[in-house]
């Protein structure tokens, strides 16, 4: 159990690195002036959110413990050991729990940062980026870090893999909500706040008279950062849970500790020696810190595999690294699609010269390509693991490709810390702006955000195939749970109509969530613009600009909050009860054609929804530096309908299907005994 | 070999009622003044547009032709028999005759109805609905005549299913090109018709000064007539041709070509009985017609079953008439989603007063929903025939699904005569408009024009769903072809990563074509659109409308016919070679997969797109019907934003990807015995 224990340790590190950067950046210097008291509005925002949500979450939570303390491990009237059905419930808990811890620090540090690294601005750029980029590694390292330790704590003490299927569980019912909630709270505000201020108004963006304007800036906190910090740690927690499920048999479980402990040892590494020129590149420093971190995890994880003497095969060392280059490749991919110096971008910013319409059928076929080399690197990269592996023995595939996933997301503590750098300099773009510290610093903070917006189409395009892979590997570990439930050989046959009745309603599911939620936030933002519109026509001197004249901020936060928490649960439980229907009816071997479906099309969605959003907003950005007409032209309009139309393609439902993904093949996990104890077919 | 003589009885039979409609059509009297020339310059530009796509056409069927001659049905180096590669070759290449002569026969008919259904339209709804419907109804009965008389002569003159194949293979692989080069060239015309008419100039559809006009004119019978026309052929033939190969094991080849017999004998009948009364609603004659349709066919096979003596099995009615149901009940789901009078339509009108983003996400959303209902009823046809049959003994659950396709089919010839109404009164209402036949004709002629949206919707749903159990059918008859080269037993089980890993392949590829074909109309409808300015610029008295001034249409319709050619062939070969690929690299058990993968997600978007595309044009007609504001007010042009977009989605895109998974499932019943000899892994 040395791994175990060294994965302890080494996420003690990691804790103590994000102790030391939170201290780090909360003692950097905040500039005097509006900025202080207009982010302590944005940080109250946030938790007020945050709290409501985890209210009504914690009833969910709880009734979800009561089913899982009935039926899991096995149902508790059958089984011989119902101590293990109590320890499933802690685990199931502890993983809900240290997922709003996650996405409670994430806010915490930054509601911090945004105002730091926005006062920093004024000293230039690497200060700046400094202030943010450690803002993020403090969330990047507190989320791989308890992830790693909780899933190393549950093995030493149980030995059972079983229960880090439940604590993965907790992590990701909570994920799925949060990120539903938060994707839904940040482009209500986003969308009202833009359409009122730039479109109706012609006010700049983050305009303090825009009423929905602080709105906006919680949602950043509450989605980008509270809710991508769930869904990584819920995809870190389930790649870890399916590889120990696949695992256990073979008695491979110290390798995945070793890889985890050595990609968390890695990130540290790289977040700590991540910095940028003095007028360098920002965008560069963070694509550097990623693949500097990739190269110390291939280096550091060799050397293992030689010093194991044999206990780690060199195969499977070659499946991790097979895993973590194809990342890499997803991610430059996704770039190449997104990205304001390549092909797509330009063609699309090119079709808005002919209107709206344009725009919109080319981002959208652009994204459509987009699918193919990300979908096809998923593929080999399962394919290649497994053949990989193949020749160790019966089982070993399908740890090759668990291995994989592992491998993806060794980076994992990177890839968080690049990408909550992403809102919280966006943040302090917004506050340089309500605080009014001037043009240089805005221009200063702009540099940081565009930086943001590349790395995180990398990191978008990471999630997504590392939440690919450790699906498949979930599809792995429900077969080996239902052949051990049922003690019979299972086969998932698409020529059996069980299975492929199961994988079409499987393939709806990732539609249907995804359209909740963009019409959730269609209403939402529709009663906020009402809203807006109610305040700009009764508070005197409001558009004017009068002095000592403030718009009602919170009335805005309450709609967003309200809104997004009454729209995910019906999303969430969706598809949540669609599964147990599923399984219910057709029984395991429907549920294993439901979970592919789901996989295919879920990716499918998740890749277009996050890559042509990221295009059209791109696109408008590319027309604003000045082509095609530049900022005002009919192109410029054009291409802002894009990016009203990406905006909740890319941060709502785009990024909330990766959970979607992960959470039903969980739910079939856990249910597996029950599905093959009472089904219609 | 009763029912194979009675097919083609039934065959000539409904071949007399398609010479005495097309007769009795051309007899109807023309009106005076320009609509016999505008006419003629319509019909000359279909033909036109026809000859070159075939010309084409004609040199790839001459490559395949030579390919099946070497590999098919087993390559001719090891054959026993190579009469038989000859005579595949030969039935493949009346396949994708006949499927040239339905899309001819089709034009020919469309472009001489058009202008007696507006001449007629003097007279008042019912006799213009006649000439429209009897119109439809030559192409409905000549395309399910020559299919089913093509399969039944094949069988009793070879008694090979392989030969069906062929022949399947060379009317879907024409309909394939046909289907993309027509959708292109339609929207090609119609956006660019209305980007400069309706939105730059402010002139009324169909207005003779837009030099589009014309090449709009000409699509609608190039994309809509001719494109449908060999699509649903195809989907007839590939039909048959899935279970025949399933049932030539259990002898029940019988059961197939009496039902198919049944079905046009149905069709006939209804085709004769459907007419309208004098002020009646058109709509409901076409919707009454179809259901009657479906009545009749019931009765029949009922009859057919309890007169067979126990050779037709009352279980395998039971699948025909599953399958039938569930395509009324799919067909109406989509007029739910689509239709004018529902909620979906209002809520996105609706959201059209909150601008053109919220006209798109409103509208893919409410796309994304349509999804589920539809292919939980293929899945439930899937499963519910299967397990109908299963009691049968081995091999009859599959041929249950064949079955159930058959019997979704059944009323094709209807379904096809509804459809190609559509263009023909949408023609009518562009040469009444055009020729200046007054007011009185265009109300007649809009009320016809609305019915056939509205029907349009439920045939479409209709053909989608009949291609998914057909593509299911197709994967049956591929195991079978697969199993009876190799000698053994295979399985796609979505454990074995081969499978897999074609699944996510295949998964891919309609995203990529539909997204080429729509990238296509793009680019085209550009050069169109600076043509159009051209001749506005250069051409003296054009835009004020002098009299004998003319705009040069010919160079309008030149550009959509090279462009949608152009643009066909890439799209076409890209998914062909892919499949090609993906076999010879990963085997039989991969191209297993690919098929499933692209089944699933070709259902998905043709779904998604054909619905949100109905959707969208709906959401226009329902402003322009005086709601939200009505013509010319923003959430008008927000409205025609979304139908922009909504017009390559539903016409051009969707139902191309129909064509796009059978051509592929075709070509892997082709190649596999090329794939079990030579492949990588």
Same sequence: chains 1, 2.
């Avoid at 003690?12 to 509006?34: D, S």
């Avoid at 005197?540 to 000592?548: A, I, T, V």
């Avoid at 009335?555 to 969430?572: R, V």
């Amino acid at each position: 159990m040395l791994w175990s224990y060294l994965s302890l340790v080494v996420a003690f590190i990691a804790m103590c690195v994000a102790a030391y950067f939170y201290k780090w950046v909360q003692n950097l210097p905040v500039a005097e002036g509006k900025i202080a008291g207009i982010g302590q509005l944005v940080r109250n925002g946030a938790f007020t959110f945050l709290k409501r949500e985890y209210r009504i979450l914690a009833v969910f939570v709880s009734i979800a413990a009561v089913v899982i303390l009935l039926v899991y491990p096995s149902p508790i009237w059958q089984s011989e050991n119902p101590l293990s059905n109590v320890i499933a419930v802690a685990a199931y808990i502890s993983g809900s729990l240290l997922s709003a811890l996650a996405g409670y620090i994430g806010i915490s540090i930054a509601t911090i940062a945004n105002v730091r690294s926005a006062s920093a601005a004024k000293q230039g750029l690497a200060p700046a980026y400094m202030a943010g980029f450690r803002g993020g590694a403090v969330m990047g390292m507190a989320v791989v870090s308890t992830a790693l330790a909780g899933a190393a704590l549950l093995h030493i003490l149980t030995d059972d893999p079983n229960m880090v299927i439940a604590f993965s569980f907790g992590a990701s019912s909570l994920a799925l909500f949060a990120k539903a909630g938060g994707g839904i709270f940040t482009k209500t505000a986003d969308i009202a706040a833009d359409l009122i201020g730039k479109v109706e108004l012609g006010i700049p963006e983050d305009d303090p008279r825009n009423p929905a304007v602080i709105a906006d800036n919680v949602g950043d906190n509450v989605g980008d950062v509270a809710g991508m910090g769930a869904d990584l740690f819920d995809s870190q927690i389930a790649s870890i849970a399916a590889a120990l499920v696949v695992a256990a048999p073979l008695g491979q479980i110290e390798v995945i500790f070793c890889f985890g402990a050595l990609g968390l040892l890695a990130s540290i590494i790289g977040v700590l020696f991540a910095r940028v020129g003095k007028d360098g590149d920002p965008g560069k420093a963070l694509n550097g810190g990623t693949l500097l971190t990739c190269g110390i995890y291939l280096v550091l994880t060799f050397i293992a595999t030689m010093l194991s003497k044999g206990s780690i095969n060199i195969r499977v060392w070659g499946a991790t690294i097979l895993g973590m280059a194809v990342g890499v490749i997803i991610g430059f991919t996704s770039d190449f699609f997104t990205g304001d110096d390549k092909k797509p971008v330009e063609k699309v910013a090119e079709a808005c010269k002919s209107g709206p319409a344009f725009t919109i059928l080319s981002g959208f076929s652009y994204g459509l390509v987009s699918i193919l080399p990300s979908i096809i690197g998923i593929g080999v990269a399962a394919l290649g693991a497994y053949k990989l592996c193949e020749p160790l023995g019966p089982g070993y595939p399908m740890f090759g490709i668990s291995i994989a996933a592992i491998g993806m997301l060794s980076i994992v503590g990177m890839i968080i810390s690049n990408d909550a750098y992403g809102p919280i300099v966006d943040n302090a773009r917004g506050l340089a702006e309500m605080g009014g510290l001037g043009d240089d610093v805005l221009e200063t903070t702009d540099k940081l955000d565009a930086a943001g917006n590349t790395a995180k189409a990398i990191t978008k395009g990471f999630a997504i195939g590392a939440a690919g892979l450790t699906v498949i590997a979930l599809l792995g570990a429900f077969q080996e749970i239902v052949e051990s439930v049922t003690g019979e050989i299972i086969s998932f046959n698409l020529m059996d109509p069980l299975v492929f009745f199961g994988t079409l309603v499987g393939a709806a599911i990732p539609a249907v969530f995804s359209a909740m939620l963009m019409l959730g936030v269609n209403r939402n933002s529709q009663k906020m613009v009402e809203e807006i519109h109610r305040q700009f026509d009764t508070i005197e001197g409001l558009k004017e600009g009068k002095e000592g004249v403030m718009p009602e901020y919170d009335k805005c936060i309450d709609i967003a909050t309200i809104g997004s928490i009454k729209e995910l649960i019906p999303a969430g439980l969706t598809t949540i009860i669609i599964t147990l229907v599923v399984g219910f009816i057709g029984g395991v071997r429907a549920v294993g054609g439901f979970l592919a479906g789901n996989i295919v099309t879920g990716l499918f969605l998740a890749l277009l929804m996050s890559n042509a959003g990221g295009l059209w907003d791109n696109a408008k950005k590319y027309i604003e530096a000045g082509h095609f007409g530049g900022k005002g032209s009919d192109a410029h309009k054009a291409a802002v309908i894009g990016d009203t139309v990406g905006d909740p393609f890319k941060d709502t439902a785009g990024p909330s299907i990766n959970t979607q993904i992960t959470v039903v093949s969980l739910v079939a996990s856990i249910a597996a005994s029950l599905f093959a104890l009472f089904s219609l077919f």
